[in-house]
């Protein structure tokens, strides 16, 4: 693909209901990408979605979508079962792919993933869109200046009813792989690792309801975790909430840092800064933040990537660790 090209043409695959709610606009929206191509497994279906959005081009098969020449990068959203082949399959004819979190649904198929981009010479990246907000970036910031002191703990939750989703796969083991841990615990982990910089987490340990030796996915769990650089975390995810809700907080030597709603797009959003003396809380001050559509900043930071022929700020390394830890989290709950 040329570099002199303003737009990266964008073929999405797996067409359901959030890829048309948030996917579809986020690409119209981006500067430097354009929707030309979308995908579902009904023909006549994808003729009509692509016709009531006046989308070019429709298919029903991966193959056939990433074999057009119309086409430069594919947007994964299908089921997480689903997200090895496709990307095995664009990589095949040299598209660059963004696919959804989670990567997949294990540490072989993620590495596969990666080696078969490798070898195309073609950009793959992990829909990791929670980095690219300013208030995880400032927490980041915060941390990283010292002004909470040595980080010694951290946690996450983010929860909401499963029942009212419209992806009824994401209760299928063998389609979604794991429940809440990987439908949006994964943001949390990520947000986490992101936001201290440390790459490693060394220890991992679960409780999951119910088990997944049950053969169904856990509906809630709880993570303990330890990082590289010694600090502590828990991230509690669930489907079974009665609504929605997500939770950071970051406790140092000096104070600590925390903000409620950090994980959707176009909202208000507050960081609560705590110092203390004398061990009781001295200050708080609190600092409000717009948060864009998170959604857009990440296809347009993929398509720089591609145009420019840079890193994506989310590595496959990194979403090879995530991959890791998912994994080691499900097999710790069986035992």
Known sequence: MSLVMKKVRFGIIGFGAFAERAIMPAIRSSHNS????????????????ATEHSVPFYFDSVEALA?????????????????????????????????????????????EMIEACDHAGVKLMVGHMLRFSPLVQR?????????????????????????????????NKETAGGGPLFDIGIHCLDTMRYILDDDTVETVKSIMMPNHSTGNVEKTSVLALQFSQGVLATIYSSFESSYRQGFIEFVGTKG???????????TEAVLEIKFGKEGKIDSIEKENFSIPNLYVK??????????????????????LHNQEILERAIHDSKK
Not at 40 to 47: G, H, I, Q, V, Y
Not at 257 to 266: G, H, K, L, Q
Not at 298 to 319: A, G, R, Y
């Open 256 to 266: 600590s840092i925390s903000a409620y709603n950090f994980t959707p797009s176009n």
């Open 139 to 171: 927490m980041k910031e915060i941390i990283q200046s010292g002004m909470i002191g040595e980080i010694t703990f951290a946690q996450s939750h983010f929860m909401y009813d499963a029942r009212q989703s419209q992806r009824s796969w994401v209760l």
């Open 34 to 49: 354009e929707l030309v191509a979308l995908q579902k497994r009904s023909l006549d279906m994808a003729k009509w979605k």
């Open 67 to 111: 074999s057009s020449p119309e086409i430069d990068a594919v947007f994964i959203v299908s089921a997480n079962a689903q997200h090895h082949s496709e990307t095995l399959t664009a990589a095949k004819y040299r598209k660059h792919v963004l696919v959804e979190k989670p990567m997949a649904i294990n540490t072989l198929q993620a590495k």
């Open 298 to 319: 990440e296809v347009e930071h993929f398509s720089d990537c591609i145009l420019h022929d840079k890193h994506p700020l989310i590595t496959n390394t990194n979403s």
